[in-house]
């Protein structure tokens, strides 16, 4: 069974500093996607890593994805009140991503 | 454009009482996926219809199950409700079975009594 887990658990930070959040896992994953939920809503996909060791960049949210595909991380740099929500990171197996396993997710709040 | 819509919103039902939740796809997606949210954790991938069949289904029991209707459109059916099937309902969408990117619908929160 493909498990993934998420760390830190919580997260409250002032406006303004960076974090970062990270998603693990035993398992090798084809790829790994990170969304944001925020109450009442569904999940909305952030962005979704395939290669190995790869990077991306979304305005001030950095993805990256491990050399061996079995983590990742999510870097957000000068944190904004919007930013607010959970973050969940999904790993996709072998069947071109479908039957995605999610992990718990990091609750983050940003405080003004 | 109209993305996933799901229905309804909120649901309260007793335990031993059967349950339909509804899906609307977003517009040119034609492949349903499933997914229970319990608090706190994250979603787990109950099945996936696609062409009005049922291609792929997680680790739940057959009280849980589905249809898909020839406009994409998708039921999910939980029989002899249990304290535990709380949760928040997801459906989520996609081009194809193949496809990564889904999106997903605001959900159901149902509470079983």
């Known amino acids: 069974t493909q498990l993934l887990e998420q760390s830190p658990q919580f997260l409250s930070i002032q406006e303004g500093e960076n974090l970062t959040v990270y998603c693990n896992s035993s398992?090798?994953?084809?790829?790994l996607q990170w969304y944001r939920q925020e109450p009442g809503e569904g999940p909305v996909l952030l962005v979704t890593?395939?290669?190995?060791?790869e990077v991306k960049k979304l305005k001030r949210l950095t993805f990256q994805f491990g050399d061996a595909r079995k983590d990742s991380s999510l870097h957000i740099t000068a944190a904004q009140t919007g930013d607010t929500g959970l973050y969940l990171c999904?790993?996709?197996?072998?069947?071109?991503?479908?039957?995605?396993?999610f992990g718990p997710g990091t609750r983050l709040s940003v405080l003004p | 454009d109209a993305g996933v819509t799901q229905s309804p919103t909120h649901l309260i039902k007793t335990r031993g009482q059967q349950v339909t939740l509804r899906c609307s796809p977003k517009?040119?997606?034609?492949?349903v996926s499933w997914y229970q949210q319990a608090l706190g954790q994250g979603p787990q991938f109950i099945f996936q219809?696609?062409?009005?069949?049922?291609?792929q289904r997680g680790n739940f029991p057959d009280r849980f199950s589905g249809h898909q209707f020839p406009n994409y459109s998708s039921e999910l059916n939980v029989n002899a409700l249990l304290l535990g099937d709380s949760a928040l309902y997801l459906c989520?969408?996609?081009?194809?079975?193949?496809?990564?990117?889904?999106?997903f619908g605001p959900g159901t929160r149902l509470l079983v009594l």
């Open positions: 989520a969408s996609s081009t194809s079975p193949g496809e990564e990117t889904q999106y």
């Open positions: 398992s090798v994953f084809s790829s």
């Open positions: 890593v395939v290669t190995g060791g």
């Open positions: 999904a790993g996709g197996g072998d069947n071109y991503g479908q039957n995605f396993v």
């Open positions: 517009s040119g997606h034609d492949t």
């Open positions: 219809y696609y062409e009005e069949e049922e291609r």
